[in-house]
């Protein structure tokens, strides 16, 4: 059941199977590489309601900031995480090398695209003063770079693997739950603990609805909105 968007009559949350490609996705101590930052766990309460959101803290030597695994991928992949701010508000995402590929840069507070080459990109909130950022990215060639910055206020423009600078060993960014999936479009968040995970695809059914509708005649209405999909099969 879905409440996104402060509903208090949820909907009911129909998606296709996906594979969550990272396969620590809260825990960023194994698989991800940390360069000239400090990952502080189970600093913060997550949008989950736990104490298991991590800080970002870069340190304090004059470079870029940053975490970073790779993968194998094909096609679109669609990147996203869950950040707040905490010292620092602009984060960046960028896949391939450090300096190339396609990136993405954001600031949390005005919830902005900052700049980069991706134009499919979204938010929604999240508890706790979180926001999931997912953007969109071709994986190019097989092996896909999930490269996550922090950046500090004075950032504006550029590559942000190409930007650097001093941080003051205190400031970061809080994150939990990231996901990068083959799809051009983000679905609901798969955690994951050491291995990748695939969640089921959803359907929907009911049998029995003698005491709802008609045998013979009656209405069928439905209520919903398209998320990625066009072809529902044959019309009645």
């Not at 134009?119 to 490269?147: C, S």
């Amino acid at each position: 059941l879905d409440y996104s968007g402060g509903a208090t009559c949820p909907s009911l949350l129909l998606e296709p199977s996906r594979t969550n490609l990272i396969t620590n996705s809260e825990y960023f101590s194994s698989g991800w590489a940390l360069s000239n930052i400090t990952a502080n766990y189970n600093n913060s309460t997550s949008p989950e309601g736990l104490q298991n959101a991590t800080n970002l803290v870069p340190n304090t030597s004059n470079s870029g900031h940053r975490m970073y695994l790779s993968f194998t991928a094909s096609g679109d992949v669609t990147a996203s995480i869950y950040v707040k701010p905490n010292g620092y508000s602009k984060i960046g995402i960028q896949n391939n090398a450090p300096g190339g590929g396609q990136y993405f840069t954001f600031d949390i507070d005005t919830l902005s695209k900052l700049d980069g080459n991706e134009t499919d990109y979204g938010y929604e909130t999240a508890a706790n003063g979180f926001i999931r950022l997912w953007v969109v990215m071709p994986a190019g060639t097989t092996q896909f770079g999930y490269f996550l910055y922090v950046l500090n206020d004075s950032y504006t423009t550029g590559n942000p693997g190409l930007y650097s600078f001093t941080g003051d060993g205190t400031s970061g960014i809080l994150v939990y739950g990231a996901q990068a999936e083959q799809s051009s479009y983000a679905t609901s968040y798969i955690p994951t603990y050491g291995v990748s995970q695939t969640r089921a695809g959803d359907s929907s059914s009911l049998t029995g609805a003698s005491d709802l509708i008609g045998q013979t005649e009656g209405t069928l209405y439905s209520e919903f909105i398209v998320n990625g999909f066009t072809n529902f099969g044959t019309p009645l």
